[in-house]
């Protein structure tokens, strides 16, 4: 049933597959963020806030930055992120590219000036470039930036750098053929670092790798990583897994934690300096390496949430708003888009999901037992 205010709850997954937490994955120090339990304003606060046109939730915190999917469908089968049997959704749930043009018209003239281009693997969407030309060019976007896999960045890098894109970020979980394929399920990582390197040729100066961090998996391949990004001056950052993978198998044994990870760097490269954080909202927390050569942020978002400084809202490929990762509902635009509806009722929906948004989503907690009833690749990352 789909409520008056556009809120659609999910369903729970069975109690077999909620694992909780262990104090161990509890918010630790020193890294945790002092204020990652938000204080909640009064109602009417709230309120005036989003009359105003800001997007503020009930804790104060303004959003600003929107993550926007373009299909669910992808060229590889990460374990974190997706099953290896899937179907996708039929093509014509997918928002069209004039629909998220709309969408983000409407999120930037109540504040958002962020956006990321996510998936599934956007890439694999036709015509991606005309899309970021489109949101190039609206007005109160200052940032636009792409989450890919890489496979296909060498065909496409010239053309989204030429249609306006900002920014890169490229998943690079492994550095090893064997490594890549136990994670992706598909061979690729030459692709993927041909494509790190034509981004660079075709012009992007702000290049990130992302690393999703697996205990058993991950540990030979943080060196390595890191050697490669500091020899081809790239931001790397590693990310803790997170309950969201296709298989329900996540539990926190298969964490391996952002201070783990410090200490493998640490012990390579000797001690690292915690960087300055112009930004509060970036979920990482970066460190400068000792010889001045390259940065490394920790996203510790099961052992250290950041959800206190979160700005983000999430627009799924077939067109629901989701105010975090870790959300059991969300809130159906497409229904909208596709009925008529005025700009302001569209506003409106984007305020009330905003207004729902809980002050943290409560993965390093013992009680934390509702996982989302959907996969990375079904929200966009």
Same mark, same amino acid.
């Given at each position: 049933m789909v409520h008056p205010s556009g809120f659609t709850p999910a369903c729970r997954r069975p109690e077999?597959?909620?694992d909780s937490l262990p104090s161990p994955f509890r918010t630790c120090e020193p890294f945790a963020r002092m204020d990652s339990s938000p204080t909640n304003l009064p109602a009417n606060q %709230?309120?005036?806030?989003?009359?105003?046109?800001?997007?503020?939730?009930?804790?104060?915190?303004?959003?600003?930055?929107?993550?926007?999917? !373009?299909?669910?469908?992808?060229?590889?089968?990460?374990?974190?992120?997706?099953?290896?049997?899937?179907?996708?959704?039929?093509? =014509?749930?997918?928002?069209?590219f004039e629909e998220i043009e709309r969408f983000v018209q409407i999120a930037a003239s109540l504040g958002v000036n962020h956006v990321r281009i996510t998936g599934g693997e956007p890439l694999?969407?036709?015509?991606?470039?005309?899309?970021v030309r489109k949101l190039s060019s609206v007005p109160g976007i200052v940032d636009l930036a792409?989450?890919?896999?890489?496979? +296909?960045?060498?065909?496409?890098? $010239?053309?989204?750098?030429?249609a306006g894109l900002h920014r890169l970020n490229i998943s690079l979980d492994a550095i090893s053929e064997e490594n890549f394929r136990r994670i992706a399920r598909r061979d690729g990582v030459r692709? !993927?670092?041909?494509?790190?390197?034509?981004?660079?040729?075709?012009?992007?100066?702000?290049?990130? +790798?992302?690393?999703?961090?697996?205990?058993?998996?991950?540990?030979?391949?943080? !060196?390595?990583?890191?050697?490669?990004?500091?020899?081809?001056?790239?931001?790397?950052?590693?990310?803790?897994?997170?309950?969201?993978?296709?298989?329900?198998?996540?539990? =926190?044994?298969? !964490?391996?934690?952002? =201070?783990?990870?410090?200490?493998?760097?640490?012990?390579?490269?000797g001690p690292l300096t915690p960087a300055a954080r112009p930004d509060p909202s970036q979920p990482a927390v970066d460190f400068d390496f000792a =010889?001045?050569?390259g940065r490394v942020g920790l996203i510790r978002s099961v052992t250290a949430p950041f959800c206190g400084d979160c700005d983000r809202l999430r627009l799924t490929a077939e067109g629901k708003v989701r105010n975090c990762l870790?959300?059991?509902?969300?809130?159906? %635009?497409?229904?909208?888009?596709?009925?008529? %509806?005025?700009?302001?009722?569209? $506003?409106?929906?984007?305020?009330?999901?905003?207004? %729902?948004?809980?002050?943290?989503?409560?993965a390093d907690s013992p009680e934390f037992l509702e996982r989302p009833d959907r996969s990375m690749y079904e929200i966009g990352g």
């Open positions: 077999s597959s909620r %709230a309120t005036a806030d989003a009359r105003k046109g800001r997007l503020v939730d009930r804790f104060g915190r303004v959003h600003t930055s929107l993550r926007v999917s !373009v299909t669910d469908r992808c060229n590889i089968r990460c374990s974190y992120c997706m099953p290896l049997q899937v179907r996708f959704r039929p093509r =014509d749930e997918i928002l069209r694999v969407r036709k015509d991606v470039p005309l899309l792409l989450t890919t896999n890489g496979i +296909l960045l060498t065909q496409q890098a $010239a053309a989204l750098q030429e692709r !993927v670092l041909d494509g790190i390197l034509a981004a660079r040729r075709a012009g992007f100066q702000r290049i990130r +790798l992302n690393a999703v961090a697996m205990r058993g998996i991950t540990e030979p391949e943080i !060196v390595p990583l890191a050697h490669f990004a500091r020899e081809h001056a790239i931001e790397l950052r590693f990310i803790e897994f997170m309950p969201l993978d296709g298989d329900g198998h996540w539990n =926190d044994r298969r !964490v391996l934690s952002g =201070d783990e990870i410090l200490e493998a760097l640490s012990a390579e490269f =010889d001045g050569l870790f959300a059991t509902g969300d809130f159906d %635009a497409r229904s909208l888009l596709r009925s008529g %509806a005025g700009d302001g009722e569209i $506003a409106e929906l984007i305020r009330n999901c905003i207004l %729902a948004k809980k002050a943290g989503h409560g």
